[in-house]
């Protein structure tokens, strides 16, 4: 979905109304009163109601999206900028599972923030997922999604019995990251853990553990879980997963658009006077930290700024897609973007539709935010640290059972 975001934004400022009409915050905090029991009631309603109202617009609008009379959309005429919904988004019904979890209707003084809308988009967008369909491919992000930034997948991760209950399900699983390894050794030394235990597993057959599937460089490198591979991982050639649009970058345009980026990478490292070095890879350009040093958030958001603008504004820009994101503590540019990596999963696969796809990622708002564009290519979930990646699958799991 690709403007649900814009929703985000939006239900905050909604959302903030009936907090100030209702909230009545008062000197004396009486945590047992009757009094706060009845506005945690009412503002309840009120949230409910808009959550309802929300959701009747996007329903109006993927009716009109599917009828191809997109101009007559509600949402369409109030954000001209809207975009393709893949599933329904149960607002209502995922507003009252949250508040049953963070007490949003009880609180006071602190208003509905923004992490609970977030929150409460992914329960809405897992209980769309599910109620309208079964959930076939479900694609992560890695750094910050499956293990802390710069860490590895190791054996005690908590996520890790998670996925392999997934590859039981007989479901899918695609790791999308912008890692840029060309070996198969790089890829099984951040996720050694998992794949030992999908080798060792006794519960998945073959078939599901060959259904682990890592892309590497957003959209780049593809490995498949391979049991006679001394790492557990064997690289796939482009010709057995490349979508007919990919098949057109032409390596003379790929060259091109690196050196473009390159050039304005090393003017940002001489402008911002940054303690980085350079870093050429075979589909990706980039900036990295000197030993010891660091660079700041506002320093990398404007070198990914400068680079995506120059090379947008290039010809071999318009004519080859990549990305440039903040990595945290590097800026880098690639090839094609993690919407083509999705793409090119969903493909390998046979197929598998955006509506029945599921990307998890941490990266959706600020500049450089590489998980954004996966919202082209299927449905999405915002989490912000691995352990919100575990409670989203389990929550998933629920509604799955109980469906």
């Known amino acids: 979905m690709t403007t649900r975001y814009r929703v985000e934004y939006a239900l905050k400022g909604l959302l903030a109304v009936p907090f100030v009409l209702h909230s009545q915050p008062t000197v004396q905090y009486k945590e047992h009163s009757r009094s706060l029991a009845h506005i945690a009631e009412i503002s309840h309603k009120r949230y409910v109601e808009i959550m309802r109202d929300v959701e009747t617009l996007i329903n109006d609008h993927i009716v009109h999206q599917n009828d191809g009379s997109i101009g007559r959309s509600k949402l369409k005429l109030l954000v001209p900028a809207v975009g393709t919904f893949f599933t329904p988004l149960l607002l209502e019904e995922a507003f009252k599972y949250q508040d049953q979890q963070r007490f949003i209707s009880h609180r006071r003084f ?4 923004f992490n609970d809308i977030r929150l409460t988009l992914n329960t809405a967008q897992l209980m769309g997922l599910v109620n309208a369909s079964k959930v076939e491919l479900l694609t992560f992000d890695g750094d910050v999604t499956l293990y802390d930034d710069g860490a590895s997948l190791t054996e005690d991760n908590p996520v890790i019995p998670r996925i392999v209950h997934l590859l039981h399900q007989n479901k899918k699983v695609g790791i999308v990251t912008a890692a840029g390894y060309t070996e198969a050794e790089k890829y099984a030394e951040r996720l050694h853990g998992l794949l030992d235990a999908i080798h060792k597993s006794s519960e998945l057959v073959d078939a599901q553990k060959n259904s682990l599937i890592v892309m590497g460089g957003e959209s780049n490198f593809l490995f498949k879980f391979d049991a006679s591979s001394p790492v557990l991982l064997t690289y796939v050639e482009r010709s057995e997963w490349l979508l007919d649009e990919m098949k057109s970058w032409s390596e003379e345009d790929i060259t091109e658009l690196l050196d473009v980026a390159e050039s304005a990478l090393r003017d940002c490292v001489s402008n911002l006077n940054l303690p980085a070095a350079i870093l050429r890879k075979d589909r990706a350009v980039g900036i990295y930290p000197l030993d010891g040093k660091k660079m700041h958030r506002e320093q990398l958001e404007e070198t990914v ?12 820009g318009r004519r080859l897609p990549f990305c440039a994101f903040n990595g945290g503590n590097d800026v880098f540019v690639d090839i094609g973007d993690k919407s083509w990596g999705v793409l090119a999963c969903q493909r390998y696969f046979g197929g598998i539709a955006r509506s029945k796809t599921l990307h998890i990622g941490d990266q959706f708002l600020s500049a450089g935010a590489n998980d954004f564009k996966a919202r082209l290519a299927c449905t999405t979930a915002w989490i912000s640290s691995p352990a919100e990646t575990v409670q989203l699958l389990d929550e998933l ?6 469906k």
């Open 110 to 113: 602190v208003p509905p923030s």
């Open 397 to 402: 799991a629920v509604l799955e059972e109980d």
């Open 305 to 316: 700024l400068v680079a995506q603008q120059i090379v947008e504004m290039s010809e071999v």
